[in-house]
């Protein structure tokens, strides 16, 4: 006995017997309205999270390394006290795109990283590393301070008071040609051991250093 064959469901609704199908009808206006709605929902769903997600990711993957920058002569700068410099951070935005950096000669007495040719000077973000308020050298106190939120930093660029989660932020420096130049940023715990550079608002020390991972177009000298 052969076997019977499966009838296949018609694709016309009227033939299925839906209430208030019509000819030639092959999808219900419930299914219609319901897949419209979900539709939409992804739509904006998308709107909301792509950019987000580009925001959020985006600057792993962007190269944030400069070259170097002339910032004076070696006699410039005392080992007891810090000069600011102007450098460019962002370029190709003009003045929007310059920050000050603040210089001072290694000092042996107060220095407690090892010496090597990147850091024969020491220079100091003006970003605080609490939300990237402009910090002010108080030559008088020997202190850094961050206006907007009272954040304090001591002569090496460590916190001392305030809510700012890690030390400022530095960058290597060199001489070259008889002129001392300004490269890479570079972040550090409170230890002073050196990262690749982090937003605002990222500590280093425990488990923050692998909460907020390095980004890969950034290399360490």
């Known amino acids: 006995m052969a076997p019977k064959r499966r009838q296949t469901k018609s694709k016309y609704t009227l033939d299925r017997g839906i209430p208030g199908a019509f000819e030639g009808e092959t999808v219900t206006r419930r299914r219609f309205m319901t897949g419209t709605v979900h539709g939409a929902g992804m739509l904006m769903t998308a709107g909301f999270t792509l950019p987000a997600l580009a925001f959020a990711v985006g ?49 042996p007495a107060v220095d407690t990283t090892p010496e090597n040719q990147y ?61 001392v130049q300004v490269g890479p940023r570079y972040s550090v715990n409170t230890e002073l051991r050196i990262f690749s550079p982090r937003d605002p608002g990222e500590p280093l020390d425990g488990i923050g250093q692998y909460l907020y991972p390095s980004r890969p177009s950034v290399r360490k000298l």
């Not at 390394?65 to 460019?88: C, H, K, M, R, S």
């Not at 930093?153 to 030390?167: I, M, T, W, Y």
Request: charged content about 20%.
């Open 119 to 179: 850091n024969r000077w020491v220079a100091i973000t003006s970003r605080c590393s609490h939300l990237g308020c402009s910090v002010l050298w108080v030559d008088a106190s020997e202190r850094f301070i961050c206006p907007c939120h009272g954040s304090v930093f001591d002569l090496e660029g460590v916190r001392v008071a305030g809510p700012a989660p890690r030390p400022l932020d530095r960058f290597y420096t060199r001489l070259q040609d008889g002129v």
């Open 59 to 107: 600057p792993i993957f962007k190269n944030q390394t400069l070259g170097w920058q002339t910032v004076g002569y070696p006699e410039d700068f005392p080992d007891n006290n810090y000069i600011p410099a102007v450098i460019t951070t962002s370029p190709g935005i003009g003045e929007a795109g310059k920050s000050t950096v603040y210089l001072r000669t290694r000092n």
